[in-house]
């Protein structure tokens, strides 16, 4: 009964959770086509207007490839100043329109890095997924806000980047907002230099919701092939994505990697 009544508890969470992200998003459409009107966009490499970030400029920032850890992969370098602009924009400054700009860049190098896993990997998701969800091969994790800060801030940079690349190739990705939450609010671990304090700040912050649930939608012993991806805007040590690893792991995906926009 306990079990049961808790079950039934998260998923009423989850479904207000959507709920709110739909009313949130609804508004951020209304406020930025009002502030588009008042304060046109202008490109943060060229100053050219009607975007922040042109196709030339975008072709110009320098790549990474390599986020420092195993497993974790990056787009570009963070050191980069239109590259801080660009990014400080989509996490502060609800710039969400920058996630589809950079969608492509983030989809073709993780397509890339995982080339060969896909090949010797056979389809592993549900033909026919939960409804609202996708149907992909690569299922995407954005790593999560806590309650204050998704309140706060409105939306997560993170999963709206995971959106895009989900809208850009449905048929390879998959988006899951439900698996990982963060249950504790904690300092950024931009504000944390040291890996030993950004290690500790994190223990205990992320948990696994459901996870019998969630390994119940494919046949017995699928879920070990499936790639997990967790998704984030900026890594400097890693030590988020390890962290969010190490509990699915621990939960039994046993294939989970990272991505990054940039690195630095």
Not at 6 to 27: A, Q
Not at 73 to 99: E, G
Not at 171 to 186: A, S
């Amino acid at each position: 009964m306990i079990r049961l009544f808790c079950y039934n508890y998260s998923m009423i969470e989850i479904k207000l959770t959507n709920i709110f992200k739909r009313i949130i998003h609804s508004y951020q459409i209304l406020t930025r086509n009002g502030l588009d009107l008042l304060f046109p966009r202008r490109c943060f490499g060229c100053q050219t207007e009607k975007t922040r970030l042109c196709r030339d400029c975008l072709g110009r920032l320098p790549r990474s490839f390599c986020s420092g850890e195993e497993k974790i992969f990056s787009v570009f370098d963070y050191k980069s100043p239109v590259m801080k602009q660009a990014i400080w924009a989509l996490k502060y400054k609800r710039a969400i329109d920058l996630a589809e700009t950079f969608a492509r860049p983030m989809s073709d190098t993780l397509l890339e890095e995982l080339a060969d896993e896909l090949i010797l990997s056979p389809r592993t998701f549900l033909e026919r997924p939960p409804k609202g969800e996708s149907s992909g091969t690569i299922v995407l994790l954005p790593v999560p806000l806590s309650r204050a800060r998704y309140r706060s801030r409105g939306y997560n940079q993170a999963e709206e980047l995971a959106k895009q690349m989900v809208k850009l190739n449905p048929e390879q990705f998959c988006l899951q907002t439900n698996l990982i939450k963060k249950i504790k609010d904690t300092p950024t671990q931009v504000s944390l230099r040291d890996r030993d304090k950004r290690l500790a700040n994190l223990k205990g912050a992320f948990a696994i919701m459901n996870p019998r649930t969630f390994l119940e939608r494919w046949p017995k012993g699928e879920s070990l092939g499936t790639i997990f991806v967790i998704i984030d805007d900026v890594s400097t040590t890693g030590t988020t994505i390890v962290e969010i690893r190490r509990l699915l792991q621990k939960a039994g995906f046993p294939r989970v990697y990272g991505l990054v926009l940039a690195h630095g």
